[in-house]
């Protein structure tokens, strides 16, 4: 797996992930330490949606995305990128606290990162019943656009 853009805290974190302490005689799994792989790729949405004003503009929405681990555990992104459409407004945002959205997404971690990657495509997803939708299919469509795997920098 080849990983781009990530910065260095991202590669000590992996490194240590892979070889733990000696003094360590277990190593927890990611999910238990509440990691998903489709975290990385949220920081670059994070990165995108904060640097790319045209982006936000061409999505000018907002998304709640229930990611579900395969243990069960789940974790839940919100991405608003509505708020910076009115002048003055607070930028873009992407995290976890609660806010109003226009979209639910719920989809598997691994479902997520294969259409992340090119591998699924959203509309395919959703079909296959992989992604779950609520509130409008129309702008629930302009997700591909902050997913789309060639300007993702993130090697998956």
């Known amino acids: 797996m080849f990983l781009q853009g990530i910065g260095g805290a991202g590669v000590v974190g992996l490194y240590r992930l892979g070889f733990p302490s000696k003094s360590s005689t277990t190593s927890p799994s990611i999910n238990s330490m509440g990691a998903f792989k489709s975290d990385?790729?949220?920081?670059?949405?994070?990165?995108?949606?904060?640097?790319?004003?045209?982006?936000?503009?061409?999505?000018?929405?907002?998304?709640?995305?229930?990611?579900?681990?395969?243990?069960?555990?789940?974790?839940?992104?919100?991405?608003?990128?509505?708020?910076?459409?009115?002048?003055?407004?607070?930028?873009?945002?992407?995290?976890?606290?609660?806010?109003?959205?226009?979209?639910?997404?719920?989809?598997?971690?691994?479902?997520?990162?294969?259409?992340?990657?090119?591998?699924?495509?959203?509309?395919?997803?959703?079909?296959?019943?992989?992604?779950k939708l609520k509130g409008n299919i129309a702008k629930a469509m302009k997700l591909r656009s902050i997913l789309d795997p060639k300007m993702l920098k993130a090697k998956i």
């Open 40 to 131: 990385l790729v949220f920081e670059e949405i994070k990165d995108r949606i904060t640097t790319e004003k045209d982006l936000v503009k061409k999505v000018a929405t907002s998304f709640s995305i229930n990611i579900a681990g395969d243990d069960g555990s789940s974790k839940k992104w919100i991405i608003d990128a509505q708020m910076f459409i009115v002048p003055q407004s607070e930028p873009p945002y992407v995290g976890h606290d609660e806010k109003p959205v226009e979209v639910e997404i719920n989809i598997k971690d691994s479902d997520f990162m294969n259409i992340a990657a090119g591998k699924l495509k959203p509309d395919q997803a959703f079909m296959q019943g992989k992604m």
